[in-house]
Nanobody, 117 residues
Framework: QVQVVESGGGLVQPGGSLRLSCAAS????????MYWVRQAPGKGLEWVSH???????YYADSVKGRFTISRDNAKNTLYLQMNSLKSEDTAVYYC???????????WGQGTQVTVYY
């Protein structure tokens, strides 16, 4: 049974930092491209970042230079370090194992990030 569990969200003021974690089980974690996707209130899904399974990482322009994706294959865990947070980063953040064609196969329940004044 596949499980994807995000954690680390919370309330933070603008300029603050959070580190999200995503623990995956029931899959061969190291073989998956891993995606972070977010959904802001009243909006659709937005791709944030992904890691190809090796050293390659990619970021949306809106988070480039502020967010860092990383993974620990030994722990089957994906991370998203978020710095210099802005109010527009407020969203539910999802972790999703997928492939190189942009397809994702599993979803977690998400973790809420709220950036407030």
């Amino acid at each position: 049974q596949v499980q994807v569990v995000e954690s680390g969200g919370g309330l933070v003021q603008p300029g603050g930092s959070l580190r999200l974690s995503c623990a995956a089980s029931g899959i061969t974690f190291s073989t998956y491209w891993m995606y972070w996707v977010r959904q802001a209130p009243g909006k659709g899904l937005e791709w944030v970042s992904h890691n190809t399974g090796g050293a390659s990482t990619y970021y949306a322009d809106s988070v480039k230079g502020r967010f860092t994706i990383s993974r620990d294959n030994a722990k089957n865990t994906l991370y998203l370090q978020m710095n210099s947070l802005k109010s527009e980063d407020t969203a539910v953040y999802y972790c999703a194992p997928g492939d190189g064609l942009g397809s994702v196969y599993y979803w977690g329940q998400g973790t809420q990030v709220t950036v407030y004044y």
